[in-house]
Nanobody
Framework: QVQLVESGGGLVQPGGSLRLSCAASGSIFRILDMAWYRRAPGKQRELVAHITSGGRTNYATSVRGRFFISRDNAKNTVYLQMNSLKPEDTAVYYC?????????WGQGTQVTVSS
């Protein structure tokens, strides 16, 4: 069982930056693929960024070049650095951990981009 706790959300002006963190419990973090998803009001949940246990990354087209996912296996934590934020980035951001066939989710953290 893996528990995920996100932090770092909040209100930011357009063009600003935020860093989300997701702390994982347990001793298997280093073999988990990790990801950030988001759900905007009235929209379906979408994948934002993904990082494999080996460190390979993948991004949604809408955030590529602005968002950066990273992981610190010593701290059992995955990060999402979000730069040049836009109002359309407003959403609840969820941390996800995958180790097939199991899949784990955090409770979500709200990110609001508004002036």
């Amino acid at each position: 069982q893996v528990q995920l706790v996100e932090s770092g959300g909040g209100l930011v002006q357009p063009g600003g930056s935020l860093r989300l963190s997701c702390a994982a419990s347990g001793s298997i973090f280093r073999i988990l693929d990790m990801a950030w998803y988001r759900r905007a009001p009235g929209k379906q949940r979408e994948l934002v960024a993904h990082i494999t246990s080996g460190g390979r990354t993948n991004y949604a087209t809408s955030v590529r070049g602005r968002f950066f996912i990273s992981r610190d296996n010593a701290k059992n934590t995955v990060y999402l650095q979000m730069n040049s934020l836009k109002p359309e980035d407003t959403a609840v951001y969820y941390c996800n951990a995958g180790l097939p066939p199991d899949n784990y989710w955090g409770q979500g953290t709200q990110v609001t981009v508004s002036s």
